[in-house]
């Protein structure tokens, strides 16, 4: 059971990049999916989250109108579109899949998901 995060990269403060999250199992289709980041000195702090259906999402207050996280069960692969990347932004950012107990707008913990991509680098420079 794997995820494999990639799209980092290095942006100008204002651009975009674009994350994708694909899991080799379609058992992940029916997970709530996260993305945490990781700043160098810091702990892994909440990004975004979308339940299995897509239905319900919900994001940390500083990432709140900039970033969008969506999925592609078809695919098993989820995404966060960020916009308006601040320098703030720059982070290792991991994609992580949940659990049936792992309830999206409740839980924001790194101990509410199971499974861990190996984390991709963003780096906002000014």
């Known amino acids: 059971v794997q995820l494999q995060a990639s799209g980092g990269g290095l942006v100008q403060t204002g651009g975009s990049l674009r994350l994708s999250c694909a899991a080799s199992?379609?058992?992940?289709?029916?997970?709530?999916k996260g993305w945490f980041r990781q700043a160098p000195g810091k702990e892994r702090e909440f990004v975004a989250a979308?339940?299995?259906?897509?239905?319900?999402?919900h994001y940390t207050d500083s990432v709140k109108g900039r970033f969008t996280i969506s999925r592609d069960n078809a695919k098993n692969t989820v995404y966060l579109q960020m916009n308006s990347l601040k320098s703030e932004d720059t982070a290792v950012y991991y994609c992580a899949a949940g659990s049936p107990r792992t309830v999206v707008g409740v839980d924001v913990t790194t101990d509410a998901y199971d499974y861990w991509g190996q984390g991709t680098q963003v780096t906002v420079s000014s």
């Open positions: 199992s379609r058992t992940f289709s029916t997970y709530s």
């Open positions: 979308i339940s299995w259906s897509g239905g319900s999402t």
